[in-house]
């Protein structure tokens, strides 16, 4: 079964940062991609970061320099973190980790990121 736990949210200054994590486990070795989406009110859901299984990556152009996506694997899990530097207000938002393999994306439940001005 797929689970994914995410953990790092929470209050963050601007100008400050901020790191999430997300372990996924179950997802099985068709898993080519894992990134993290965000939800701010109002606005629809938008790729951050993301990154595949051979190591490229993509960013958001709001967040290009400042966050940084990166894996690390092992036999029975995979975590994908994403370090938040730099922070403004308007990346507050529900950040929610993704994780791609052959036949579904499989999504996080969430974690609330709020960055104070």
């Known amino acids: 079964q797929v689970q994914l736990v995410e953990s790092g949210g929470g209050l963050g200054q601007a100008g400050g940062s901020l790191r999430l994590s997300c372990a996924a486990s179950?997802?099985?070795?068709?898993?080519?991609?894992m990134g993290w989406h965000r939800q701010a009110p109002g606005k629809q859901r938008e790729l951050v970061a993301g990154?595949?299984?051979?190591?490229?990556?993509?960013?958001a152009d709001s967040v290009k320099g400042r966050f940084t996506i990166s894996i690390s694997r092992d036999n029975a899990k995979d975590t994908v973190y994403l370090q938040m530097n730099s922070l403004k207000p308007e990346d507050t938002a529900i950040y929610y980790c993704?994780?791609?393999?052959?036949?579904?994306?499989?999504w996080g439940r969430g974690t609330q990121v709020t960055v104070s001005s």
């Open positions: 993704q994780v791609r393999d052959m036949l579904y994306y499989h």
């Open positions: 179950g997802i099985g070795p068709t898993m080519n991609f």
């Open positions: 990154i595949t299984i051979g190591g490229s990556t993509n960013y």
